[in-house]
């Protein structure tokens, strides 16, 4: 319940916070202050502080930028959580506002609202360096664990050019200099040095590696053991959350989530629990597995163990064909709905098979359905193995022979994978439940070893019933936050994609953003972008006059065509005050942007859909924000047409209830990267007469702020 006392101590938090920063308090903070204490200081709990009832107490606020969002969760979601003896997990989207909340907003709470809590930063395995896997990368054929690596990973980590800098890395580690945080080592590191020597959830096998006690994301982790504040990133929470909670961060019942940039979380939890694999890439693999089970025997003797290590290739070949039926039916059968792909910008298939509404053909649901059977009979097989292993060392009076330990690991690191090929293989063989939201179903047609192979991939085409079942249904309570959560408006449609239509407080706390310092200008083009060659055509005739009195300016494409199209026809002298998306990082061209309009030299961003979000470019450094058409996203990938079949199931149309909606977040998105500070001004131009012509444009306007509206 939320008492005087709990709000005295949030209400002086903010006081002294603000007396400490000499600070006039802000409306739209005090509103969403409000709003949080509210929601998650009324949790009813049980005489041991866990939550009672079933409704999860989640709070969805969307704060206009310049509110100070970050502040706001910060002074009432601390003593909330202090009050209940709970733990929070501050998520992001980006790296970017991770260090700025860990660096920056959480140091600066703690030194000014009188607030005592400790915090600390969560990352995932990738940044942090794997002990095991340098040690074998610098002399796999001397480590005795090289008996657990499959061929083509040895190859990989034996790279001889590698050797100088892997050297570099040990030594600093060894000696101390080098805690083995990846964003810590002073230079920048190749994609090859960090696939060589980092590792994933499913090759890491936690406390059964014999390099555990050295490992430094494990010591990272007992960091956040100790802390009240852990800030992570939304792909570290979804990951812990799909192992059952508590694995890395705290259990979801002893924590209070909050999810900035909370617009990315549907969209990540879809990608997170979709599932893939290979049918040719799957039957290598197993033969790969089959030829270091062969070995095991040599060195561990054990009468189970040898067993174990004589059935389980068994069950391998039975594995093998079944997906080799599988292969069959794909590469013969002419009854399945394909479709080439060759010439796709978007996708590396060659071709694709999707199954309308995901519902798989009975005759590949039943073949899919004894690789699932068959997977379920291998996964209780590799435990019954790995539970022998564990006896073994178990019954040990003296030291643990390496060999075991070795096998022990390489068990973790095999069942989790034959586990996550198993849980693809239950999702694509599942029937469809009647009225319920259906799974997406697809095989793609890939290259792989400079052979065809083809990809079988489930996916929920919403996010919903995962995130009911692992995030909301178990956490003690949640934030929410993000300048873009309502589409047209209102917070149904996202409301609907996290599973919580009827289970949020939603609350809008607006900017205090002057928004008549901007004016929002459709030009009169005598093209539409459905004429595409004419359109860009109009839009490089416009764009020297359109920036002849900016500073600087941030020019936006939905696709990659049109932009190097536009770009093509520019006048030269144009196109040399231009820094384009592609020809370097996106760190490196907003660094250059803001060394030229320092210079007083005019510059102009130009970029697609990651220029539109997260880019803070206050002042002079743009006042002008041109959009080269409404960013409307066609729903042509698997999921998005699944998900508007079923739409169109229920005699919704999929058109304005997904790309309307969408299209006005990234509407909203784009035109905010004009206005970030309170005296900043300039003009938004739309090259997108749909805007004043379709029936939807009016939709669009209205989910704008009240910009200065001109139409040409």
């Avoid at 007992?222 to 890395?248: F, P, R």
């Avoid at 060759?342 to 199954?355: G, P, Q």
Wanted: hydrophobic share 35%; proline share 5%.
């Amino acid at each position: 319940m939320l008492t005087d006392a709990l709000k005295k101590n949030i209400q002086g938090a903010y006081r002294q916070f603000l007396s400490e920063k000499d600070l006039k308090p802000r409306h739209g903070q005090k509103q969403m202050i409000a709003v949080l204490a509210r929601t998650l200081g009324n949790i009813k709990t049980d005489s041991d502080d866990n939550r009672m009832g079933t409704d999860p107490y989640v709070a969805l606020v969307e704060a206009g930028t310049g509110t100070g969002k970050t502040l706001s969760y910060l002074l009432s979601v601390i003593p909330i959580a202090k009050s209940h003896d709970k733990r929070i997990i501050i998520s992001t989207a980006t790296v970017a506002l991770q260090e700025q909340i860990v660096l920056k907003d959480l140091p600066d709470v703690h030194k000014n609202s009188g607030l005592e809590f400790t915090f600390a930063l969560a990352k995932g395995r990738r940044r942090y360096m794997c002990p095991v896997n340098l040690k074998l990368a610098i002399s796999p054929a001397q480590n005795d664990q090289n008996m657990f690596l499959f061929e083509d990973e040895v190859e990989l980590q034996t790279d001889r050019n590698l050797i100088p800098e892997l050297d570099r890395l040990a030594q600093a580690f060894e000696s101390d200099e080098w805690g083995g945080d990846i964003d810590d080592w002073p230079d920048d590191l190749s994609d090859e040095i960090k696939t060589v020597i980092t590792t994933d959830q499913h090759r890491c096998s936690g406390r059964k590696c014999p390099m555990y006690n050295q490992c430094p994301f494990f010591e990272a982790r007992q960091t956040l053991d100790k802390s009240d504040v852990i800030v992570a990133n939304h792909d570290l929470v979804l990951s812990d959350l799909s192992l059952g909670g508590g694995y890395v961060l705290p259990a979801p019942e002893d924590t209070i989530y909050v999810f900035d940039e909370g617009h990315h979380l549907p969209d990540k939890a879809i990608n997170h629990f979709s599932s893939q694999a290979g049918l040719m890439e799957s039957r290598l693999w197993h033969k790969q597995l089959d030829r270091v089970l062969a070995r095991i025997p040599q060195t561990v003797d054990d009468r189970r163990i040898d067993e174990f290590c004589r059935v389980i290739p068994v069950i391998h070949s039975e594995l093998n064909e079944y997906i080799q039926h599988n292969y069959d039916l794909f590469e013969h059968s002419t009854g399945l709905p394909r479709e080439e792909l060759r010439d796709s910008e978007h996708d590396k298939a060659l071709a694709r098979i999707r199954f309308d509404l995901g519902r798989v053909p009975e005759e590949l649901r039943e073949q899919s359905a004894q690789i699932k059977l068959t997977y379920n009979r291998l996964v209780l097989q590799y435990n019954k193995l790995l539970g022998a292993v564990d006896d073994l060392i178990e019954e040990k009076d003296k030291v643990v022979p390496a060999e075991l330990e070795q096998l022990q690991s390489w068990l973790s690191m095999v069942i989790s994978e034959v586990e996550r090929r198993q849980t693809l293989w239950i999702r694509f063989s599942e029937t469809p439940e009647e009225g319920a939201l259906p799974v997406a179903r697809w095989v793609d047609m890939v290259e792989y070893n400079h052979q065809v192979d083809y990809q079988v991939n489930t996916s929920p085409i919403m996010a919903s019933d995962d995130l009911k079942r692992f995030l909301w249904s178990r956490c003690f309570g949640a934030v929410v936050t993000s300048a873009t959560l309502t589409a047209l408006g209102k917070f149904d449609r996202y409301k609907t994609s996290v599973g919580l239509y009827n289970n949020a407080v939603s609350e809008q706390v607006m900017s205090p953003f002057d928004w008549q310092n901007a004016q929002l200008v459709v030009p009169n083009l005598r093209s539409l972008p459905s004429q595409e060659q004419q359109h860009s055509e109009d839009i490089a005739l416009r764009l020297p006059d359109l920036t002849k009195n900016d500073k600087g300016s941030l020019l936006l494409f939905s696709s990659r065509r049109q932009l190097q199209n536009v770009m093509s026809l520019v006048p030269s002298t144009y196109r040399e005050k231009c820094l384009i998306q592609g020809e370097m990082s996106k760190q490196e061209l907003i660094k250059r942007h803001k060394q030229r309009v320092d210079l007083g030299l005019p510059s102009v961003l130009v970029g697609l859909a990651s220029l539109a979000e997260g880019v803070d470019l206050p002042g002079d450094y743009c006042t002008h924000v041109m959009i080269a058409r409404i960013p409307f996203a066609v729903p042509d990938d698997p999921v998005g047409k699944t998900l508007s079949e079923w739409l169109e199931s229920r005699k919704i149309n999929p058109f304005f209830h997904i790309s309307v909606a969408d299209a006005s977040v990234k509407l909203v998105q784009a035109c905010g990267r004009l206005l970030r500070s309170e005296t900043d001004r300039g003009q938004i131009t739309l090259m997108d007469r749909r805007i004043v012509t379709q029936r939807y444009g009016q939709a669009l306007i209205d989910s704008l702020p009240p910009y200065r509206l001109v139409i040409e």
